[in-house]
């Protein structure tokens, strides 16, 4: 079973920087997608940013100036870099990794930009 860890959301004013990580653990499998996604209160959970195997990053249109997706292979972790945030981007922060057959889902990490 794939087990996904979250880390790096907090609480930063409008214009601040985060970076998200998310690990992957839990045996050998092989990792053809990876992703972000968010869900902000009263409204329906959204993709962020996804990266698919032998293709580019494709991101949501109101983060593609700001927020970069990467991964570590070797270390089975998809990075979120958030730059420029803006309270509209507060929201809890779900990694979505699919690995085979298998597709795992973390608990989320909050992330918060407020004057």
């Known amino acids: 079973q794939v087990h996904l860890v979250e880390s790096g959301g907090g609480l930063v004013q409008p214009g601040g920087s985060l970076r998200l990580s998310c690990e992957a653990s839990?045996?050998?499998?092989?990792?053809?997608?990876m992703g972000w996604f968010r869900q902000a209160p009263g409204k329906q959970r959204e993709m962020v940013a996804q990266?698919?195997?032998?293709?580019?990053?494709d991101y949501a249109e109101a983060v593609k100036d700001g927020f970069t997706i990467s991964r570590d292979a070797s270390k089975n972790t998809v990075y979120l870099q958030l730059n420029d945030l803006k309270p509209d981007d507060t929201a809890v922060y779900y990694c979505?990794?699919?690995?085979?057959?298998?597709?795992?889902w973390g608990h989320g990490t909050q992330v918060t930009a407020v004057s």
């Open positions: 990266i698919r195997e032998h293709t580019p990053p």
């Open positions: 839990g045996g050998s499998f092989s990792i053809w997608f």
């Open positions: 979505n990794i699919k690995a085979g057959a298998r597709d795992a």
